[in-house]
């Protein structure tokens, strides 16, 4: 298929999301105004809210077809493949030098202070410059919080060959090209920061993964973890055991529900019927595709008063989920042996579900997201989020480009003209996301449906030596 074709099918899905966020918060609101004003409006506002809901349906149902029958399937599978499959021998290559005593390095260490998921995004980071940088990665993970013997007990070491931090000249972050061990500091604090940072994905794959996926940097951090997170035989077998016993079975949607030290320093508080909405939504759509036999969901949080909460509110769902691993999850439990499987087990089955609801403010259901990328062409747009768009810790700035102009027509709307660059804060799911016109430096809303995403690119090798 043709990009062009590709990105309008995207395109037309998405704002039709918008079109829906739109008149549904407008609706909402103004029923709420009827309550009070004008009770004989109610019903009819009801009326147009369920009758709307079911338009938009179909119109999602007939554009998810599109991609079924258009006979493109197949390319996006096999296009799909051959991108991982290229990537990931990128990886081994650069992993694996063939001389570790005079191979250029770059030392990581997983030490930062932070959860799991925190720690994966630091280690991913790392990923990023060393293969910008042409450096083998050194992962310095032994006394790690979440295991005191280190990353390798738990997953296969970075490199098979490659794992002794010494060198001839050692310096840290940014050294220079001769210098054959560097040390990277955490992303807070690099200085000079190299164009390697999300959301720049690598130029050369750019034009293929702008076709194939909706937001290729969640792709190219899908594929880092993909590679950093291959599990110890142990591992993998221990998964596979948990998954089983606890009936992990499709249709499956995977709810994150981030509570304790979160709510209200860094995110706020979101009840369970609010997820619950969006999981009966994702339901009610697939039913339109397929009879539904169970609805089910895999609850992950770190409160574990959450999964009996469900259980006793949504008696008619089957959810999954272990209230011995939401106890492992609590701060004063949570760095140590048993909540790490907790952990990683809790990504793994929202990772493996069919969509996800959550909070992206939460780095666990961001990194959930990332990996379930490796499971589809392109799963972009397999989520809800309570809060926050996608977006990567410490990157660059977030811009979107402005496609249609917009004439303010009330308070705090944003002035754009065509081409206009909007650094994005953030989707509010009414139809607005916020941001500042960096033409104009107004902070400000605009609709969402008026802009497109820019794929931001960086010149990282293209490590073609690899095929002579
Ligand atoms: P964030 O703080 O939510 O952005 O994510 P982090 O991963 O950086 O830190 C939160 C930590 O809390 C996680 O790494 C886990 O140790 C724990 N945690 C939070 N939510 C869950 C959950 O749903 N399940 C489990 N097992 N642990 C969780």
Redesign the pocket.
Known sequence: PNTQYELLRRRIYSNTQELWYFFHSSLLDIQKRANEVAPELVDSISYLLNLGLEHKRSLIYDIEQLSEVDGYATWREKESNDLSNLVQERFKYLQNPENCNTARKLVCSLNKG??????LHHAVYCFMVAYGTKRTLILKSKGWRYHKGGWEEIFKPASDTCTNPSGESVSNWPGNQDTQVLNLPIIDSLSPRPPFLPLAIPEDLAPRLTRLHGDPIVWWVGQILKYLLRPQEKTASRIQETMTKMGFQRPIVGV???RTD?VGT?AAFHGIEEYMSHVDEYFNHLELKQTVDKRRVYL???DPKVLAEARSKYPHYEIIGDPS??K??AVST??SDS?LF??I??IHMLSMSDYLVCTF????CR?AYEIMQNYYPDASARFRSLDDIYYYGGQNPHNVVAALPHKPKRNGEMSIEVGDSIGIAGNHWNGFSKGRNLRTNQVAFYPSFKVKDKIETAKFPTYTEIYK
């Open positions: 932070c959860g799991y998921g925190c720690q994150h529900v981030r979160k860094e992950a949080s770190d691993i939401s492992t999850a949570r760095y909540s907790g952990i087990m809790d403010s939460s780095q666990v990194v």
